[in-house]
């Protein structure tokens, strides 16, 4: 079984989370809220809830994995259903969108944890986002949203050897993040764009790329893979069935970014 890096971290998050009493975890099914949702089921039982979103902004294998993922750790599971695109703000996507986003899922999460019974809402937030362009975090201190990875400061690598250690599957999968984080700020969020970047990365992940992020520039395609992949991507059978993959879902020009796969390359102070 793996070591855990840092027990002290460990034991300060089961403290965390027991002194709850129960929570309501937000839970894609990813690395992080995976983690959190079976240290909470262990700790809480049944006083631990994870609800899922289901919305336009969620890559389809999340939407298909988190129910399964919740059975397989035992946890409560509940799907919450939403459609941001309702909000035209939303739409037109400004460099605050990720407030706006998380200020309304959150207060749905409030209210459904209100509804159980239940007075925490918690969040898979680490050290690591800190220092990322995350507006959505503002949103999250404002309706007191609980981030017990971040208060035991763990870090992605202590969450993938945590996770390791504990027998979870999501311990080495790779980072997932909401669709709309693939289209530049100005550009409007549109359920066929939304569409065409998860088939996109759905079809690359199939061909064998691991970490992988279609950026969606109108009729340009820019993919980003890890720089290991570069080779792979560049050999002339793969980059004829990425094309034509591409050309299928749309998008007229593609790109492959010779900087690779980086998360938060759509950030306003991203270079």
Known sequence: MAAISDPAKMERLREIVR??????????????????????REELGDNALAVTIISPLQ???????????????GIRHRILECDDLDQPYFRHNPPDRCYHCKHG??????????????DIVADGTLVDDLSDYRPGRRALGELGVL????????????VRRASRAMGLPTADAPSMACLASRIPHGE???????AAVDAMEEFLRGMGFIRVR??????????????????????????????????RLGFRHIAADLEGYRTGSMNPHAV
């Open 59 to 73: 890559p389809r294998i999340e939407r298909e994995e988190a129910p399964v993922i919740a059975a397989g750790i």
């Open 19 to 40: 002194s709850t009493g129960g929570m309501v975890v937000a839970f894609s099914g990813g690395v992080d809220s995976t983690f959190l949702a079976a240290v909470a």
């Open 188 to 194: 409007e969020i549109t359920t066929g764009r939304l």
């Open 147 to 158: 981030s017990p990875l971040l208060e035991a400061g763990f870090t992605k690598d202590d």
């Open 105 to 118: 899922l959150f207060s749905r999460l409030k209210a459904l944890a209100k509804d159980e019974g239940l």
């Open 214 to 247: 279609a950026r969606h520039h109108g009729e340009i395609l820019r993919i980003e893979v890890s720089a290991d992949q570069f080779g792979r991507l560049a050999d002339d059978s793969m980059r004829s069935a990425v094309c034509a993959e591409a050309k």
